[in-house]
């Protein structure tokens, strides 16, 4: 939605693989969020972007997740040795400023087998 | 720890009903939001609301928000079979940068 535009849409992988999903939003929004959701399940929150650096990381699960920002635009999110628990939908969103809405992307399909 | 708990986890209602789902959340917020997903994939904003106001109006939705009680209600009226769908709410917190941080969702099914 709204300009946010996440690759692949889909990923298939084998466990033991590196990964990298990429976040393509419109310009013009310096908060950049990443969460993972597990199916059925609510949006756990990865880490934040501010402009190009990232004051949260709070929710990265393990130094396996790593994620950059370049040029307050295009985020990349990578998963080394991939394990069958990190599939999940990941999405990023983004916003202008507070009191600002969240725009999502349609999320990548990450599946592990 | 999740921000923001929404009640219940699931619904089910029949179309023309109102639906009412809740979010409480633990800090300071600067404001909340609501987000409807379909199909497990991206989410949509539905409306927010900032901390120093209670109540907030669009179409068939109205928000409220208590800060005294850290709570908001989301009430769908009239509802459709299209509402189908999850509705999470989101807190960002007041101080400092913004982290919108989610709650677990409530599933609503409204039955034709």
């Known amino acids: 939605g709204a300009g946010v535009s996440q690759s692949p849409s889909n990923k298939v992988t084998e466990k033991g693989k590196d990964v990298e999903l990429r976040c393509d939003p419109i310009?013009?929004?310096?908060?950049l969020y990443w969460y993972r959701q597990s199916l059925g399940q609510g949006l756990e929150f990865l880490i934040y972007?501010?402009?190009?650096?990232?004051?949260?990381k709070s929710g990265l699960p393990s130094d396996r997740f790593s994620a950059e920002r370049t040029g307050g635009s295009v985020s990349t999110l990578t998963i080394q040795r991939t394990q069958q628990e990190d599939s999940a939908v990941y999405l990023c969103?983004?916003?202008?400023?507070?009191?600002?809405?969240?725009?999502f992307g349609q999320g990548t399909r990450l599946t592990v087998v | 720890s999740q921000q923001g708990e929404e009640d219940p986890q699931a619904l089910s209602i029949q179309e023309g009903e109102n639906a009412t789902m809740n979010c409480s959340y633990k800090?300071?917020?600067?404001?909340l939001q609501w987000y409807r997903q379909n199909s497990g994939r991206g989410l949509v904003h539905l409306i927010l609301?900032?901390?120093?106001?209670r109540e907030k109006h669009s179409g068939r939705l109205r928000v409220t928000l208590d800060t005294s009680k850290k709570s908001s209600s989301l009430l769908i009226t009239a509802s459709r079979a299209a509402d189908t769908a999850s509705y999470f709410c989101?807190?960002?917190?007041?101080?400092?940068?913004?982290?919108?941080?989610f709650g677990t969702g409530t599933k609503l099914q409204v039955i034709p």
């Open positions: 609301i900032r901390s120093n106001e």
């Open positions: 989101a807190t960002a917190r007041s101080g400092g940068y913004q982290k919108v941080t």
């Open positions: 310009s013009g929004h310096t908060a």
């Open positions: 800090t300071s917020i600067n404001n």
């Open positions: 972007f501010q402009g190009n650096s990232a004051p949260d």
């Open positions: 969103a983004v916003s202008g400023s507070q009191n600002t809405e969240a725009f």
